[in-house]
């Protein structure tokens, strides 16, 4: 880790039962500022689970986190809701409002949470929707989005909240093949631009040459850790590397 780059997230001891069985086991990691974190692994490895429980949608049985060094302390309201703001969340299903608009889809929020006029609040959800590249599509409602342009109204709705961290939830698992590489597309450029990230996903392809570590999870745990080229590489006798190589060869099967 650089000493000189400043943590802004640090997750320890994670633990979560649902309906009687232990989904997550003591998961720990630290995110720095700019990083983009990819979690892999098999469905039911508790990716979708842990990032659920960092912002607190499920309350950890156990553990601790902290934003910018300081502890969240999630029963309480007001500093939940405070930490809410401060960490963006893409669904796998966009969850946007069926009655909005893609411009009042972005802007509720700040108008509703941080209270900003609606002629400003206008102003910032068109600049984030142009970001995403759908400044031509405000007017649209969700209906008439197809669903990569309505997953980049919802990553334009988080970017609109100025977040400290984006967590994304496998954003691409609901689109159709030709509209994962429109938003895997933004996601990089997110990326590049030094957003902090942590992003479940099973597209490491586009994104290894990003990602400052990649974390493999199976059965609530974090059994491997490393940079791409550690966990991937051609002799790389990993968990991780033979997942990836399945993958391969299921979208290769006609």
């Given at each position: 880790m650089n000493n000189n780059v400043a943590t802004v997230l640090q997750i320890t001891d994670i633990h979560k039962v649902l309906g009687g069985k232990e989904i997550l086991r003591g998961v720990s990691m630290t995110v720095d500022k700019g990083e983009l974190k990819i979690l892999i692994g098999p469905s039911g490895?508790?990716?979708?689970?842990?990032?659920?429980?960092i912002n607190?949608?499920?309350?950890?049985?156990?553990?601790?986190?902290?934003?910018d060094g300081s502890e969240v302390h999630f029963h309480k309201k007001a500093e939940l809701y405070r930490y809410r703001q401060q960490v963006g969340m893409i669904f796998q299903d966009f969850n946007l409002f069926d009655h909005l608009n893609a411009l009042d889809n972005v802007s509720i929020a700040l108008r509703k949470v941080k209270k900003i006029h609606k002629a400003e609040a206008g102003d910032r959800a068109?600049?984030?929707?142009?970001?995403?590249?759908?400044?031509?599509?405000?007017?649209?409602?969700?209906?008439?989005?197809?669903?990569?342009?309505?997953?980049?109204v919802s990553i334009a709705r988080a970017l609109a909240m100025d977040p400290k961290v984006i967590l994304l939830d496998?954003?691409?698992s609901a689109l159709d093949p030709e509209l994962i590489g429109e938003v895997l597309r933004v996601i990089v450029d997110l990326a590049r631009s030094g957003m902090t990230m942590i992003m479940a996903t099973h597209q490491i392809g586009y994104v290894k040459s990003l990602t400052n570590e990649i974390l493999f999870m199976e059965n609530g745990r974090i059994i491997e850790h490393g940079p791409p080229e550690k966990l991937l590489s051609a002799d790389?006798?990993?968990?991780?590397?033979g997942f990836c190589e399945m993958?391969?060869?299921?979208?290769?099967?006609p």
């Open positions: 490895g508790g990716k979708s689970t842990l990032l659920q429980c607190f949608l499920l309350p950890p049985d156990q553990g601790r986190i902290f934003l068109y600049h984030e929707l142009e970001r995403v590249g759908l400044s031509d599509k405000t007017d649209l409602y969700p209906a008439e989005l197809s669903g990569g342009q309505k997953q980049r496998e954003p691409t790389a006798d990993t968990r991780c590397r993958l391969k060869d299921l979208v290769r099967e």
